[in-house]
Structures are given as C-alpha cells and as structure tokens.
C-alpha cells in the first residue's frame, strides 16, 4: 500500500494518518467517548460501584427516616444491605483499580450476583411485587450483558427472575395469579433477550473494530518498514511546511536531521541543502501542485550529487488545512553517469563510422601522392632546395598515414576472434611492455598483482584487451612522478559495489590501474574518453577512446577515479561472451 492511498484509506475510516507513529496508538481505541465508557470494563464497573451505593444509601436513609412507622424487619434488611454494599463495594474497587492483574470473569459474575441480591433487597422492603424498583433487575442484567459473554447475561436474567420470584411468592407470599408478578417476570425476559441481542451486537461491532486496526497497524508497519529500508527519501509536511514525517534516508541524503523535529516547520532546513526539493515541497503544499519526474541538486559538507524529485499532495474534506505534501526523492549520480556512458558510446560509433569513410578516402590519395614526391626528389635535375621540400612532404605524409591508420583502428574496434583467456597474463604482458617503454621515467615502478596459480578465465579477443590494458598503463606511468609506482590488479569480480542498475548475466572480472599522478582536472574528465581530445602536444586523442571501444565491445565498464594525488581507472568484464547466431 502506498503512503497516498494509506493517507486516503485513513481519512475515509476517520483514523490518523499512516506517516503519524502515533495513528494506530489512537486508531486502537474508539472514538467515541460514550463507547469508549460503555467497552471499558473498569470504567463501567466504577459507574456500578457508584450506582449501587446510591441505591444503598438511598434505601437506607429512606428506611432511617421512617424508622419508627416501618416495619423492624424491614428496617434491619436496609441496614444490613447498606453495610454489605459498602463492604463488597469498597473491597471491589480496591481489587479492581488497584490489581495490576485483568479483572475476570469470575469476579464480574459475582459482582452481577451481590447487585441481584441488594436489588431483591430493595424490592423486598419496598412492597414486592408492586415495587417501583423491579426495574433495577433489568439495569443488572443490562451491565452484565456488557462485561461478560453473552450467554452469561441470559444466566443473571434467569438468576434474576428465580430471586424476584423467590422473595414475592415465598417470602412476600403473593399469589401466582396476581398479574403484577407475572407482568414483572415478562418484562424482565422481554428486556433481557433484547438485551442480549443489542449487547452481542455492539460486542460484533467492536470486533469488527478491532480487526479493523490490526489491519491498519500490519499495513501502517509494513509502510514504515519498507520506508525504513528503501533508498529513496521520504518527507511528508503538513500545509504549513511542519514536519509530519521522514525516513532514515532522508536524513542522509539531505544531511539535516529530521526524525527529531516532527511538528517544526522544516522547510527552510531543506532549502538550505536542496532549494529545488523545498520549492517543490512547498508547491505541492500550498498549490497543490504535483512534480513528476523533477531534478535537483543537493549540496552538504560532504559531497554534491543530483536527486530525482517526485511531490504529491492529499487533502482532507473534514479539514481545509488538513492537507499534506509528501516527496520521494533519491540519489541519481549513477544514473546520470550510466546516462553518459550511453549517450559516449552513441557519439563514439558516430565518430568511428565518419573516421573509416574518411581514412579511407584519404589514404590512398595520400599514399600516391607521397609516392609521386619520392620519385620527383629522386630526379637529377631537382635543386637541393626541393629535395629537402620533397623530405618535408614525405616525412608529413607519413606522419598523416600513421593517424589514418590509427583512425582505422579506432573505427574497426570489434571482438574479431573469441577464445577463452588469462586476464592475468594479459596484465602481465602489459605491465613488462610499458615497464620497458621509452617514455618511462626510470625511477617508475610498474607492479603487477594477480592471484597465483588461480588463472582469472575471461572470454573475448587478446589482442583487444591487451591494447586497452597497455594504453590505460602507458598514460599511467607517463603521469606518474619520480620514486613513485603503477599498479596493474586482475580480481574476480568488482573491486567496489557496481552502481544501481548495472549487473552482469555472467560472472564478473575485473582489473585496476593506479597512479600517483597530478590526477586528471575536472573541467576535462567528462572528455577525456572523445576521440581526438588530447591534452599532449604529439597525442592523437584516440589512446582513451580506443580502450573505451574495446571494453565496449566486450560489453564491459570503465569507471575513473581521480583526485590530486593519483588516478585509478576499474575495468568491469563479463567473463563470458554471448554467441553471436550467423545468418545463411
């Protein structure tokens, strides 16, 4: 269930909202505060205590006040009835509001039975079967009906009818005949029956009740802890920006603490790490005015990072200003960054498709004219000052054939030749050649770390993957200073946690290299992989470009790394290759 339609399915029940943790403490009990009374058994039990000591009390003053005209029997029974009903009773509540036990069963019984006998007293010392006070049976058989199960209260009724029928047949000795006896007896059974009924009913309702908030109290638990454990960041605010709930992650996106401040207007909290988030919030609040699929950035001590950002709003018909806003909002670097990568690998086969058309519409021109210059210098009548124009047309040409053919490599960068290798041998032949290469400073260590006597397997093309390693080694240790060291690390798997939303069918493989260099500047990282981007005086600007086509086209990642005192670039591979089906 999700927090809207919580928030919706509360309002209609007329119970808290899902984002308050105090909703279901309140949803547990009923709302009502006349059905609250009439369900709690200590309450009701307190308002007999009371009823039957007036009743006592009121007998006994009654009995008191025209002692010398009543009859002494009579008398001593009010007396007696007073004095036991102030003992039970006083005994009774100390038992039940002192008792840190459940009151039971038994006891609600016995309590029905000791106001049958005062209320037989009272109709005993008050002319039996006429006696005004017959109808207090039905108030006890009313009041037990509501303590105890429903067929316990047909029990006092019949208890009831046996004492009544008892003290004004047999001690009153009123004949059977007599109409008012039985017309008491009907209406006591009559009242009974419906009571019992109307009791079963409420008691139904009440269960009902009860299920009720189990339900809302399972699902307000499973909402609270699935947004306890997700990742995105949770915030609701009531109409006037008060902080009605957030979720951990809220928290540690946005750097602010939330949970604590619960009723505090928060909004400017926010503003201060995300405006776009507040201003959306805000919207949704006051204008009601949704955000789907918004962005902004968030700025903490730590770091600074875009979030997706989603706002909705519920309203309340019972209260204008009952309206709540809540946004969904979640870290989307990985996703920006797989968005690069996406929108890289497009320009990249653009520019690889326009490189092979133009080199090869070149070279050849290219190639006869060098050679038509070759053999001009070569003439005997060609002046000295012509044969050395001859040498700087060549010495370009030559240059100018090596970037074409550099271009073409660029371009037909494709797994050509599928075998099962060692990705450990392969770093070990790039490590010795770029130990060995003349742009080396000679104080540069080059290190090779790969498990012993475990070969990392790996299917794909050699000659791909050791020229994407060797160009990622080179550019290594061409950055690195003096008295420092390259390393070149083959693991199973990833070295870190991939990103959200980046998984491989196959197992994984993976290898590293480090660098103690200046680092690579900011302002040219989102470049560096684009063909012809060079920072070098002599460099084509294909080295970089060419590593990213080859993990490309094993369907790999390159994930860069760099500050101001080093650079490491992650190569992620699939270990496996899928076939490729040929057509016939």
């Given amino acids: 269930m999700s927090i809207a339609d919580c928030n919706v399915f509360h309002a209609r029940c007329g119970l808290a909202d899902c984002n308050d943790p105090a909703s279901v403490r309140f949803a547990s009990r009923p709302s009502d505060p006349a059905l609250k009374a009439i369900l709690d058994p200590r309450r009701l039990l307190r308002w007999v205590f009371i009823g039957r000591l007036c009743l006592a009390s009121a007998i006994f003053i009654a009995a008191i006040s025209k002692w010398t005209s009543a009859d002494a029997t009579n008398t001593l029974v009010a007396s007696l009835a007073f004095a036991l009903s102030a003992l039970v009773t006083v005994v009774s509540a100390g038992y039940a509001e002192f008792s840190r036990k459940r009151v039971g069963l038994t006891f609600l ?11 037989t007293a009272v109709v005993h010392v008050t002319n039996g079967s006429t006696s005004p ?21 047909l029990l006092i009724a019949a208890l009831g009818i046996v004492m009544y029928c008892a003290d004004v047949v047999i001690l009153l000795r009123s004949p059977l005949e007599d109409p008012g006896v039985w017309l008491q007896l009907g209406i006591i ?8 009924y109307l009791s079963a009913q409420l008691r139904a309702g009440d269960e009902g009740r009860k299920i009720l908030v189990a339900v809302l109290q399972q699902r307000r638990l499973q909402a609270e802890d699935i947004l306890h454990n997700i990742r995105s960041g949770v915030v609701t605010v009531d109409v006037h920006g008060r902080l009605l709930y957030a979720n951990p992650m809220a928290e540690h996106l946005l750097g602010v603490e939330l949970m604590d401040r619960v009723g505090e207007p928060i909004l400017p909290a926010i503003a201060g790490a995300a405006p776009e988030l507040a201003d959306a919030v805000q ?18 001590v730590a770091k600074r990072f875009p979030v997706g950002v989603t706002t909705t709003y519920t309203e309340h018909d019972d209260d204008p200003d009952g309206r709540t806003a809540t946004a969904i909002f979640q870290d989307i670097s990985d996703q920006k960054r797989m968005d690069a990568l996406r929108l890289r690998a497009e320009r990249l086969e653009g520019i690889a498709e326009l490189s092979a058309s133009l080199a090869h519409e070149i070279k050849n021109p290219l190639a006869s004219i060098r050679s038509a210059v070759e053999q001009i210098s070569r003439m005997p009548q060609v002046s000295d000052d012509h044969k050395t124009l001859s040498v700087l047309v060549m010495r370009e040409s030559d240059r100018l054939s090596r970037l074409l053919s550099e271009f073409l490599d660029f371009a037909r960068v494709r797994v050509a030749r599928k075998q099962t290798l060692d990705l450990g041998s392969i770093a070990r032949g790039a490590a010795g050649l770029a130990a060995s290469h003349p742009d080396k400073p000679e104080s540069v260590r080059v290190t090779c770390l790969t498990p012993e006597g475990d070969p990392i397997r790996i299917e794909g093309d050699e000659d791909l993957l050791h020229r994407a390693m060797f160009n990622l080694a080179l550019n290594a240790v061409q950055a690195s ?24 069918d196959a197992d994984a493989v993976a290898f590293r290299i480090s660098d103690s260099g200046p680092g690579i500047p900011a ?4 470049r560096m992989f684009d063909p012809f981007f060079t920072t070098k005086a002599n460099g084509s600007g294909l080295g970089l470009a060419v590593v990213h086509r080859a993990i490309e086209a094993h369907r790999g990642l390159v994930f860069v790394d760099s500050g101001t005192r080093g650079t490491r670039f992650t190569v992620i591979l699939p270990s496996t290759q899928p076939s490729v089906r040929t057509l016939s």
């Fill in 523 to 526: 302002e040219i990282r989102d």
């Fill in 283 to 300: 919207r949704a609040a006051e204008l009601k005015m949704r955000t789907t699929r918004g962005e902004g950035i968030v700025s903490t």
């Fill in 481 to 504: 200073p003096p008295d420092s060291e390259v390393s070149i690390e083959v693991a199973r798997g990833s070295f870190d946690p991939l990103p959200n939303g980046i998984n491989f």
């Fill in 133 to 153: 006070f017959s109808a207090l049976y039905i108030l006890v058989v009313a009041t037990t009906s509501l303590l105890v199960p429903a067929g316990g209260g």
């Fill in 189 to 196: 059974a009559i009242v009974a029956l419906g009571i019992r």
């Fill in 109 to 119: 019984y016995l309590q029905a039975i000791f106001d049958l006998l005062l209320v």
